[in-house]
């Protein structure tokens, strides 16, 4: 099972932008599909956006499409989240995930239960 671990979260003001790092080990990184994930208070974790093993298929929440990027270094074995225009409405704690499955194609149509390794989570707070 792959262990991950992210980084980049922080305090930034409305408009700014702020990258995220999920740094995996103990698996083939390479072979998942990788996903971002966030919760806020009070709320459900929900989806934000997923790409697949090879970086090729992506797709995001229609909440942050055209705002965030997710990308993927598996020669690092790292899978990042720019985000940018941030707004007060994406404070939450953020989540990297890792598939179930091995070399998914298509991540459009993931959800939460087909990811089975979870990191920590990395607090974003975006200020007014």
């Known amino acids: 099972q792959v262990q991950l671990v992210e980084s980049g979260g922080g305090l930034v003001q409305t408009g700014g932008s702020l990258r995220l790092s999920c740094a995996a080990s103990g698996g083939t990184f390479s072979s998942y599909a990788m996903g971002w994930f966030r919760q806020a208070p009070g709320k459900e974790r929900e989806f934000v956006c997923a790409?697949?093993?090879?970086?090729?298929?992506?797709y995001y929440a229609a909440s942050v499409k055209g705002r965030f990027t997710i990308s993927r270094d598996n020669a690092k074995n790292t899978v990042y989240l720019q985000m940018n225009s941030l707004k007060a409405e994406d404070t939450a704690v953020y989540y990297c995930?890792?598939?179930?499955?091995?070399?998914?194609?298509?991540?459009?149509?993931?959800?939460?239960?087909?990811?089975?390794?979870w990191g920590q989570g990395a607090q974003v707070t975006v200020s007014s």
């Open positions: 995930a890792a598939d179930q499955l091995r070399y998914r194609k298509d991540v459009t149509t993931t959800n939460l239960a087909d990811f089975g390794s």
């Open positions: 790409i697949n093993w090879s970086g090729f298929n992506t």
